[in-house]
């Protein structure tokens, strides 16, 4: 068992089972990167303040940046014996400089660690799912010009009802994902990344912070800033479950696509050829051509918004400030944002091999219940009103 950062009130060692039913290293550990930013600016702070003198302050910073460029390599590994990965990046740092690593935690908690790593973590990805919505963007309009001036059927109920613009159709899913964009977009410019909480309450003046933080950033947009109200920074999850709920409406638009291609791409309907390489076939049925990677987008669904449900139930009685209930956030709001980018990157390539079969589409087409708005509007024009055309258009075609 590693070192902790805990115990010295506690005469009786952990129990080994408890030990391994409470710890996160096993997914806390992709927080790495974060933790070591939090890290680098509460070394600095420390140096503001004094509690360290520059040349400890320069050998711990010097072990902090080998660690983290080790993670930025992928060179990275955790013990699986830590506690979580502020004990393990703290014990690690040990090994590198001896005993002056312990002046690391000074004045700091994990509790402000876990949050301002959550919330870089969130910011970042915010981004990354940002990206990669806009290559998917890009991905329908690649295929809306590629049947521009094509018409399709339009549905309402699951019902033929008029004629529309296959452009116009997949203009409806990229409006969807403009304004998971704009969600991701407005979330971002919201969420700042706060430190200095302590557990509960600032035990290093702002102004330290403040300054450590401009050190860091070296002048970069100063998305981090230091903590406002304490109290709220380390009982705070607003912001995950915030980011879970935009990453649902994204899965919502990804399985209503994926609806759609799956229903138009049966031989009932037959409008739609989907790319072979994202399907599937069966081990008994030889002609089969499953849809395999819209079916998970649409069964992934559950998850994600299942995932959402886990931190609203998690936070809704909990008492202020921290409690270890929180540490339950990490794997939900992972899963999520890890499902969702894999999704949404292989949907861009995915859109882009879907064929239309236009031969289909126009005998369809021919259906004359189609145009019934069409014909009613042109005997309104001729100066019926609308409701006796309705009715007119109606029974001709129930065939009275």
Known sequence: MAKKLWGGRFKKEIDKDFFEFQKSIQYDYKLAGYDIAHSLIHALALGKTGILKPKEKTKLIGALKKIGNEIKQNKFKYESGSEDIHTDIQNKIEKKIGKLALKLHTLRSRNDQVAFDEKFYCHVECKNVGNLLENLLKSIV??????????????????????????????????????????????????????????????????????????????????????????????????????????????????????????????????????????????????????????????????????????LTTMKGLPLTYNRDMQLDKEPLFSSVEIVKDEIAIMSKFIKGVKLNELVVKEALKDKNLYSVDRAKELVLKGMPFRQAHDKIGKELRGK
């Open 142 to 311: 690649i295929l809306e010009n590629k049947y521009k001036n094509v018409s399709v059927v339009g549905y309402t109920h699951t019902q033929r009802a008029q004629k529309i613009n296959f452009k116009d159709y997949l203009c409806a899913f990229y409006c969807m994902f403009e304004r998971d964009k704009k969600r991701l977009n407005n979330f971002l410019k919201n969420l700042e990344v706060h430190i200095g909480a302590g557990a509960l309450l600032r035990n290093i003046k702002k102004e330290d912070y403040g300054k450590a933080i401009k050190e860091y950033l070296k002048g970069s947009n100063a998305f981090i800033k230091p903590s406002e109200n304490t109290i709220d920074d380390v009982s705070d999850r607003d912001f995950i479950i915030e980011l879970l709920s935009i990453l649902s409406i994204i899965q919502m638009h990804l399985s209503r696509l994926s609806e759609d291609f799956i229903l138009y791409s049966t031989k009932e309907f037959g409008f739609m050829e989907l790319p072979e390489e994202f399907c599937t076939g069966s081990s008994l049925m030889p002609h089969k051509k499953n849809p395999d990677f819209l079916e998970l987008v649409r069964g992934y669904t559950g998850r994600i918004y299942g995932n959402l449900i886990s931190i």
